[in-house]
């Protein structure tokens, strides 16, 4: 099948390419780029140098020659070219946030308009498998609400209040340069931003509210001097204790048949360039602590667009993802 | 005057030999270690070479010949000195969590006998100065509960539940080499720890509840890849909404007198090698974040030991403390 | 092919296994551990949950089942058991240092007696695959004289000196927490070791010979706050002045039929859990700086010891190795 | 002594602020930023708040009142300056490039012609005492330069070649984001830059040259994944061979009056935050490295500024300056 990623001078299009590279059945035809056309992918991500010969094009959608088509670009800009794959049959998984709300939530938290709104999957896998099985495109959920949601889902109807403290790599910032990832403005420190406001919690807020339960939900995030990953803990206060054993059976269970999650004490190591989610809980009657790690770029973005991918595609679902993390 | 730290080969007990070197009116005479007895104190601390000329001393309590000390050993070794520095009428802070508790709750959360238990005040100068001046022998709080608690004084009274989710860096595990400290276990990496039953939260909920709250306080810590600091996020559940305002004012009018707590917005590096506590608050209506920085070290440790030093002994509050951080 | 692996629950077996879950002719039946007899493998290699189920076996190399074995044992470990395995037809790539040396130099640099010395090929296969191709055992090289060597090789014959200046990720110390990977003694600090002393600088100075070079030989390593990663600054000194041109020629020219070679400029990230060495060079008249970078772990250990068996059992060299660097 | 310091917002420009808020004798009353003017000086600097209550000002040198100024601002920009500071009587220290060297050499290396050119003494007080003590202007050094050639000074006329291989913090970089300087191209990875080119070479061949050595230099440096600090590792071949007793009896001669050069294993945390050079030798017969570590913003920067102008101005040379490092 061939493959084009639109956007793939940024860290998740590099990420696309690192894991379709060795994918049986995929492989990219097409990379584009505003900003790096004609040179080659790896004068940009110098560690595909002697794994692909591409070079990035500066070309519109309508010129793409592929069969299936990830866009990687910011919101607002995947709204303009979706449509356009859509109409010429490019399956395509948007990693962007421009399909991931009910058009009037996108409009609210993004303050913009949405020009070209349509449904799509919320393609988050382990709860919506058999919608992303159907669809012809895909929202790919966000990095923060996909280890959010995977740390709460078992217990979420339990639960009245819920609080998700993330921690992220600064490569979630993007590779533009800025006062924020300025390396002396993170290295051997550490800081809370966005503390009450970040756009991300509408997807949590979404995600639990589909799992049936009424918790109220709230999201710091923080930002942490490493590259990669998201730990994310979840304080769930519950309706009615649960003692640990209960707690830690409900997670197993609903986890059991899922390759990519796997229940294990969650560091960013153990997950580092994988798809696995890794998740835990510890119950003290009232509160229940569910942590999970995260590569943001692979289950965060990449890795998990590539799921869906193959989902959509009819390959096995780990084709091209059965990588060990590096540890350490 | 002269002072003596018992315990001086560790981390507390170089900063403390640190930022005395700057004290205007206290002198290290004598610094001494089990295991490095008869080593220049700058073998072991090569930071302070050309600063001290000291020697470490393997010798008893009875033989210290000081005017004030400082007990840098770990918990349960301080309790075996502690009477007798008193009866020699020597004062003394104690950095160990030997005297910070009730007896019983020591002894449980502990879990070993107290063998010679005294009542003591709790060294946190900006809820309990008054009690320090008056004392001759203070227990200094642990590094978590100092965080925590600077960051919820003012609005603990307003809250029904609060989260204290905090990010420790490594020297909080002290300078023994352990599978948890072992670099390739924290660099590059993040997990939490302890993640209901960390033994601090016996402290934050003594000086919550000393604060006249009702609230219900939990607390995960977890291990930041950096050396020093801690940054607790504060998740406030508050019993009635409260604007932003309203909580930013409590918190100026709080600590408008207090020279070690500013209010900026917390990251380690402004306050790295400081006693300043940084803190800010964020309302969201019924939950509130307020975030608070510290150097655990320092602030955390020996810093505010010196602190509760210059109170006990009439010197002005910030002697020898007024150091700037190093940013970046 | 069945393999076992001798010494799994280090470092090097860790990225053994990591690396043949998918390597496309080979299956791990038998990774040995003498202290984590019993434990499965994910219990200490978290990264490979999913991925394998085999647990640690506490077995003698007479026990074991298997076509081809790797030693990953710490040195004079290897010596004792080399012998059994060759003797029972299994072929092997030992990672130790036993048998990278003459006899009598490693007496001398390691300071024992080595008690079943035979000759085996030096497994660095960008210059001794037709020695390694007939081989039954092969000795893999230290991870610091694969990136020296690879970072002169095609100009050794041209210079009179050549020094070695080496930075080093932790892991090269091995997952036994001691003083040197303390966190605090790593983090945000830097320094050098074993200023002219290291036992790697042997190697180093047999290959060069080895390659026709006169050139006098020094090797200073240092020690980098990173996980993973050695980058070697070779400074050469010329016999004659040679212009950047001809110089970049050379290397384009030696290495240019080398998939694990390239040349482009070396950054630790961009190698970082892969197989590749890239190298480049900068003259400037009668001094080139040849910088080289290789994950310590991977081409400077298990990857290249996964070449070897490539080349050993007539397997595509680059089988199982052709992952992508995880950048960042 | 009134204190301006004209380019304060920057790195450089911080921490003359933090040192000198500790200085007996000085005390800043100007703070110029072209782009921060109005701003209070801890909105940039947060470390300083509750240390300052200063302002930003956009002013000019003319409106400066001050008895003594630092010029903390880029090459090409105090030679702007610098006469009408002068004329006007206020003694400097320029941190800038741009009277550190001849005339002709500085306008080869900087490519631009000079405009105002007047001879300075070298502000490295352990070489230059006597002319920084005469002086109303003086050149302080580069970061590197300070390092280097401390760390070969005692040596140097016994060297035909000198191999400076430096490895520094991102700091010295500035505080404008960059490529170079964004998080993750820096963090978890380690590359060298201008191989051989950087123009700090000169004052390296400079100062040599002027310790009567005719060694050829040449000097390499690299990119550290910590905020501060630079360590120099000095190849240095000997016309003669020379034991470890000698050379060392050399150095500890050589620095046994100097205050802030410390004759003990060099790392980067030792000297962290201070304005100490740590130095140490280790000698293979015709080979000698020497290794140098200083804060690249204090001993390589502001603080070898601050003890300049101790020594202009009678002050003792210390004072400000008998700061610990952070350790760790």
């Not at 009037?104 to 992303?132: S, T």
């Not at 990669?228 to 986890?255: C, S």
């Not at 560091?267 to 009232?286: H, I, K, M, Q």
Request: net charge negative; hydrophobic share 40%; glycine share 8%.
């Amino acid at each position: 099948m061939h493959i084009a990623i639109i956007g793939a001078s940024g860290y998740t299009g590099g990420e696309l390419m690192r894991l379709l590279a060795n994918h049986p059945s995929a492989e990219v035809v097409c990379a584009t780029s505003r900003k790096q056309g004609g040179l080659p992918v790896a004068a940009v991500h110098p560690h595909l140098r002697g794994l692909t010969d591409l070079a990035f094009q500066n070309i519109d959608v309508d010129d793409i020659d592929a069969d299936f088509a990830f866009l990687a670009v910011p919101h607002t800009a995947a709204m303009k070219v979706a449509g356009a794959l859509l109409e010429r049959g490019i399956k395509t998984v948007d990693l962007s946030a421009d399909y991931r709300l009910p058009k009037d939530i996108f409009e609210k938290v993004y303050g913009v308009p949405h020009e070209a709104y349509f449904d799509a999957p919320y393609g988050l896998p382990e709860l919506h498998r058999d919608e992303v099985r159907d669809a012809a495109f895909v929202a790919n959920p966000g990095c923060f609400p996909t280890g959010a949601t995977l740390a709460v889902a078992p217990l979420a109807e339990h639960a009245h209040t819920i609080i998700f403290d993330s921690k992220t790599g600064v490569t979630g910032a993007g590779n533009t340069p800025s006062e924020t990832t300025h390396y002396p403005n993170v290295g051997d420190t550490f800081s809370a931003y966005k503390w009450t406001k970040h756009r991300h919690l509408a997807e949590m807020k979404q995600e639990v509210a589909k799992l049936g339960s009424g918790a109220r939900c709230y999201f710091t995030p923080h930002l942490l001097p490493v590259n990669r990953g998201i730990l994310t803990t979840a304080h769930i206060l519950l309706n009615e204790p649960m003692e640990q054993g209960e707690v830690e059976a409900l997670y197993r269970k609903f986890y059991e048949d899922e390759f990519f999650v796997r229940y294990q004490k969650p560091t960013l190591a153990a997950v580092r360039g994988t798809n696995f989610c890794d998740v835990a809980v510890e119950s003290e009657g009232d509160r229940v602590v569910a942590v999970s790690a995260i590569d943001n770029l692979v289950k965060g973005a990449s890795g998990q667009a590539i799921q869906n991918m193959n989902i959509m595609c009819g390959f096995d679902e780990t084709a091209g993802l059965r990588l060990a993390g590096m540890l350490p």
